[in-house]
């Protein structure tokens, strides 16, 4: 029996995970290398932030996942680097020989060359980075009800986000929710509903990349909830104690102790260290310009997928870093791999856009389909119902469900834990 | 309109919180302060630490508690003392004067002086403590899976659990559930049902509290679950790959990277603070010794409570520190302080033993209850029942259920996630 294709994928997120999975009939032997031993349902990372959901509602322990697959073997593992000309994968404690690669990575928060904002304004792409930005919203309301002086006070309930995509716009919404209903009577010298919530945008609208009559229909919604939004807004200084901006020429300071980034992202680094090695090249965002099969120019046995690769055919920019074209990618990679044994040839690489979706708060969104554009209540059930279907890899899903209508009908957020770290950085 | 009679009552488990809930009419100024903004369902910390349970699903955010109670409120703090004359709490930023004052601020691990096994073996008091236990457990399958050196992986896959009380068959019987069923298939190298579990215990017997039949019933169950009973057994050392034991006079060592500390524990530290100021009398283990009806002598306005409390009144030694115990006490001292305000008097304190329950893994269970002694699946129900009737303080006593059927009935952990710290302390 001759040893069979080995096919090495490095990460689990959407891309990685679904392309282990889309191999699971074909005649190769697949690793899956994370540096985490869960997949993370990245897009409801912010009910974890806002303590809404647990963080094993929203994880998979990969191993759980691909149990009954026969040809798939899990790795806990970070790859260091890799040796395309001996074909190898450097791991910490060893190394991983490939056939075929597979290098699906994604990407983390970028500063915008600040990187000592990080400090004040955590990003959200982690599990630890969410239980963080938790604490730091429940300490914030704790500090405030402990402050006498109503100047600091103030500042202590000012929470300023960095960013309105959709990652922003969802924060938002459900700090509103805190803010106006979880936290209702929780306190007796500070009344949450003060809570100032302000949204910061470069662009000149929220939702930039979704068309216009959609940005405006969740302006409106984040009105409703309070949420003060600030387009056309440079971030220009991040401090312990407030956010400088620049909007439309003229400068101002927002005084707050709360600062949550979700601005600018980052392909991860292992995407320029490869671009070395290969002799391939990056954009400025970090990702490798890919072929239309979606690998790397002159190296056809190594492929990436998802945040960490640049797509861009059709005459289309690169295709936007969310789970959608991770998913098709990671499919596609699986295609190509068992066609290729096959000694058969796939067409390139395309994308179907089935739509967007972002929610604001309980029970509103915004939702760009294909044939549908739609705001408001309709909108929030279709991304409920989506975002249900697709946490497909969870076992568990019906109990994300079961919790997600609990926090729901009751207002309650159950998973209000401030842990980790000192309880007391009131001076963070 | 005069000043009401202000109580503090410093720690929210088991003994505060009911305190602060049974002064709910009583005409007074409630302050409850505790480090951490929840309070902990500890008797179900063991699954958090296995993975069965997140942390949310056993801690209730105690101003969540508490909301719809006018005359308390919750304050996230620590005192550093108290001065005892001038009846003020300290605060690490500022000060809390009281008419009463409750301390119920419980207790930690203790390892019998050797402060450095801590590092090689965490004890199970805090949601950080289970978290981190969760993480080696986790760590350890993961290490053995990469692990070539035969020996090597079976140190890897030997875990000891040291004291063999309610807390150790426990945690005991839950690692076996992960070896045997949870983690069944998902590894390609190693075989988690090889796994070894060592309970070593000092007394003669497992549960040395309990009745002698129950102890042999819970020994059987844990036979059946392939766990290595040691008992009769002194520690005499941890060091980060082997535990050394003294059995009946024999020196032994068990090679094991993963301990688990479930022995000594030690009344907190603001005890012997309080003793000092106050001129009060503490046990060995640092519990303050109680009046019959809870406060310290000659301080009738300052009541100890729970595990912090050495109450051996009726000719009983020290009652245990247990759940029941802290609950009673709780309920008597608000009845104290109730009763005072009307000019009358109460008779002392009576602990009314309830009974013991500890469960053996799925479905095996003893208890010990005033007319009735059970073990194996009765003995589990009647646990299962009364833990998720004592969890009244949650909203989300029903999403605990929900969660634990799940468990129950797939084998599955699905909070099985390795989260915080390096992911790669192999050289733990």
Do not use: C
Request: charged fraction near 20%.
């Amino acid at each position: 029996m001759g040893q069979r294709h080995r096919v090495v994928i490095l990460g689990g997120g959407f891309g990685g995970l679904r392309a282990a999975q889309a191999l699971r009939s074909s005649p190769v032997e697949v690793t899956l290398v994370d540096r985490r031993n869960f997949h993370l349902f990245q897009p409801l990372l912010y009910q974890v932030a806002t303590g809404g959901l647990s963080p094993a509602n929203i994880a998979a322990p990969l191993r759980g996942v691909l149990k009954k697959q026969k040809n798939a073997e899990v790795l806990l593992g970070e790859a260091s680097g890799i040796d395309v000309a001996s074909r190898r994968v450097i791991l910490q404690d060893g190394e991983l020989p490939y056939d075929t690669l597979i290098v699906a990575t994604g990407s983390s928060h970028h500063y915008f060359g600040h990187p000592d904002w990080e400090h004040f304004a955590p990003g959200l792409k982690t599990i630890e980075d969410a239980t963080e930005i938790r604490r730091r919203i429940l300490l914030a309301f704790e500090a405030a009800e402990r402050e006498t002086n109503r100047e600091k006070q103030s500042t202590w309930l000012t929470f300023v986000i960095v960013g309105a995509g959709p990652t922003g716009v969802e924060l938002a919404g459900a700090l509103s929710e805190i803010a106006h209903d979880t936290l209702r009577r929780e306190f007796r010298r500070i009344d949450p509903s003060e809570t100032r919530i302000v949204l910061v945008e470069a662009a000149d609208r929220v939702l930039p990349t979704y068309p216009a009559a959609l940005s405006a229909a969740a302006a409106g919604s984040l009105k409703r909830l309070d949420v003060t939004v600030e387009t056309g807004a440079m971030v220009t200084g991040v401090e312990g104690q407030s956010v400088s901006l620049q909007v439309t020429g003229k400068s101002q300071s927002i005084p707050a102790r709360t600062v949550l980034w979700a601005a600018g992202v980052q392909a991860s680094p292992l995407g320029r260290a490869l671009a070395q090695e290969a002799g391939a090249d990056v954009d400025r965002a970090g990702r490798l310009f890919v072929e239309p099969d979606l690998t790397l120019p002159g190296r056809p046995e190594i492929l990436v997928i998802g945040d960490l690769a640049n797509f861009s055919h059709q005459g289309n920019g690169p295709l936007p870093g969310v789970a959608q074209v991770a998913i098709q990618q990671g499919k596609y990679a699986a295609r190509l791999i068992t066609a290729r044994l096959k000694g058969e040839v796939l067409p390139a690489f395309v994308y179907r856009d089935r739509g967007s979706l972002a929610t604001i708060g309980r029970a509103a969104a915004v939702a760009d389909l294909p044939r549908l554009r739609l705001s408001g209540f309709p909108a929030w059930l279709i991304w409920l119902f989506i975002h249900l279907l697709y946490i497909v890899e969870f076992e568990n899903r019906l109990l994300v469900l079961v919790q997600w209508a609990w926090s729901y009908f009751t207002f309650n957020r159950s998973a209000r834990l401030i842990t980790g770290g000192s309880p007391f950085p009131f001076d963070l």
